[in-house]
């Protein structure tokens, strides 16, 4: 039996997949202050015009530029490993399979992205980027793909963690990135902090302001910003996850997936594994598609589609995603990835096709599954991951229970050697779930009452 | 905004789930320079009763403006940098 199935170079996908151009009912555009829509002028002191491009494509498939793909030969195609020593505990008649996202370099999917990112830059004609970090994983991914491609590379790291977490900054000194403490004396936002605040231990947002700056204020205009997640150029760079997991199923016999399970925080992680296996249900394919959520922030599962302020004075652009309302205040959970007020329009109107069938997890249920599967598959998995676990021994359960010999797919994001306090405080009894009341969230979603709902523009085939 | 001062919860100790590794209370109370954390309430309420520490330090509606999620990422990205640019660096 094949437990870990793998794809020559030859075999890599050559094109990403774009979402946009299949989803059934239209995307609402990101609203300004005035109401209209934010255009690629808006993005261009930021980003290289052919992000841009991306950014607002609607094209289907775009071509993976062979440049990109001989950087990615250093650890993809990625394998896709079959649990079986899980499906073995649970007597479940389901196939397991996972994507094992932490074979690259920097031991992440964020490569994914970092790579096509910095040699977009590099074909704009950029000599320099940008970006902000906290533990420093995104800094990492970044300046690994500046090393490679031969640009500078200058992370904003905020202080506590450069202080206290010096390895990813050597990470990132090793592939040649500049990495300083945020806030700095680089920048006008930086002085300004450091000003008021000389002993400040820096936030990401000072870092992000700082990254921004950096990259706007060149006056040679060859540095730009990088960002790791969110936006839609991101998520398209990461449909190799699932476009490459469809080819090794088929390579081991599997004609049809059944379920496919991801986390949803930022939407790359789920989206880059999930979104081509969207388009096969678009096209008529009986695929259950979960993203998962904790309990604690029911983003997906229980909040109405609407636009939303991202702040409670009202005077940011109006955004369509599914929301609590700008006055939720999220409780606390341990995996930090997901906890977000707002989903990825993508993915928000895949829900609203119904495409997309989000499911919520109590961070305890989480951290059991999790540590099922270290006893069982031996990897101890990232909090993030262990909410795709959870569901994935779910599903598992019914296929025992149905005696039916579902596959399902899931994507691993990454180990959790990183994360072992939060394993030591669920072992030791300190962790508590936290499920939004009901009438938390009834209050909560009293403060977006008055404004403009988002059509709920669907087509009603899911 | 500012309001610091010592607290005898500054040197409990919780993970970041944004920064992704423990931090002091004081960072949370003080770490932006101009008013707490967003999501002090949300990490801290399991160790003590950090909603009335606030109160005592904060009106309902600075409590409010602290607290709010943040705003989409696009839309900070192109805030930001329009201030950057007015600004001149």
């Known amino acids: 039996m094949a437990v870990k199935i793998l794809l020559n170079e030859d075999e890599i996908p050559r094109q990403w997949y774009n979402l946009a151009a299949d989803l059934p009912s239209p995307m609402q555009p990101p609203l300004g202050p005035d109401g209209n829509p934010v255009g690629p002028d808006d993005l261009a002191p930021v980003f290289p015009m052919n992000l841009i491009e991306q950014e607002v494509s609607q094209e289907r498939w775009i071509d993976i530029p062979e440049g990109i793909l001989e950087i990615l030969y250093r650890w993809r195609p990625s394998p896709l490993r079959r649990a079986v020593f899980l499906e073995k505990a649970l007597g479940t008649p389901a196939r397991i399979y996972y994507k094992d ?14 790579v096509a990112q910095a040699w977009y830059n590099k074909q704009f004609g950029i000599e320099r980027i940008t970006t902000e970090t906290g533990a420093g994983q995104w800094g990492s991914a970044l300046s690994f ?18 202080d206290q977490k010096p390895f990813r900054k050597l990470m990132m000194n090793v592939w040649g990135g500049e990495c300083i403490a945020s806030p700095s004396m680089n920048t006008q936002a930086g002085r300004d902090i450091l000003a008021k605040h000389p002993d400040t231990p820096g936030s990401l947002g000072i870092a992000i302001s700082e990254a921004i700056e950096d990259a706007v204020t060149d006056p040679t205009g060859k540095t730009r910003y990088s960002l790791g997640s969110v936006l839609n150029h991101v998520m398209l760079h990461q449909t190799i996850i699932g476009l490459e997991a469809k080819k090794q199923l088929a390579k081991v016999g599997e004609k049809k997936v059944d379920v496919v399970i991801g986390c949803a925080g930022g939407g790359s992680n789920f989206a880059g594994l999930s979104f081509p296996f969207v388009c096969d249900k678009i096209n008529g394919a009986e695929i259950e598609i979960i993203p998962v959520e904790p309990t604690s922030c ?23 995603m599914h929301t609590l309302g700008h006055e939720f205040v999220s409780p606390p ?6 906890r977000y007020h707002g989903m990825a329009p993508l993915v928000s109107q895949a829900v609203v096709e119904g495409l997309l069938v989000p499911r919520a997890m109590d961070q305890l249920h989480c951290y059991q599954s999790a540590l099922f599967w270290a ?12 909410h795709a676990i959870a569901a994935v021994i779910e599903e598992a359960k019914k296929a025992k229970e149905e005696g039916k010999e579902k596959v399902i797919l899931f994507n691993w994001s990454g180990h959790g050697l990183m994360d072992l306090s939060g394993y030591e405080s669920f072992m030791e009894g300190k962790l508590v779930d936290y499920p939004l009341p009901e009438e938390d969230l009834r209050a909560s979603l009293r403060s977006i009452a008055d404004l403009p709902k988002a059509p709920m523009v669907k087509t009603g085939k899911w | 905004m500012v309001k610091k001062g010592s607290s ?25 320079g101009e008013m707490p954390c967003r999501k002090i309430l949300d990490c801290w309420h399991e160790r003590f009763d950090v909603h009335s520490y606030m109160k005592e330090l904060y009106s309902d509606e600075e409590i409010e403006q602290i607290v709010a999620p943040p705003k989409s990422k696009l839309m900070q990205i192109i805030e930001l940098a329009r201030k950057a640019r007015e600004t001149g660096g």
């Open chain 1, 101 to 114: 996202e932490g074979v690259s370099p920097p031991g992440s999917h964020k490569p994914n992205t970092a």
């Open chain 1, 145 to 162: 793909a500046c090393a490679i491609l031969g640009l500078k590379c200058k992370v904003y790291m905020v202080r506590i963690s450069f």
């Open chain 1, 298 to 320: 029911p983003t997906l599962t229980r909040a109405p589609f609407a636009y939303d302020h991202g702040d409670v004075a009202k005077m940011t652009p109006l955004l369509p």
């Open chain 1, 333 to 338: 959970i341990h995996a930090g990835g997901l």
């Open chain 1, 375 to 386: 006893k069982t598959e031996g990897y101890i998995p990232a909090p993030e991951t262990s």
């Open chain 2, 8 to 32: 005898k919860y500054d040197d409990l100790t919780t993970r970041c789930p944004m920064l992704g590794h423990p931090v002091p209370f004081h960072y949370c109370r003080d770490s932006v």
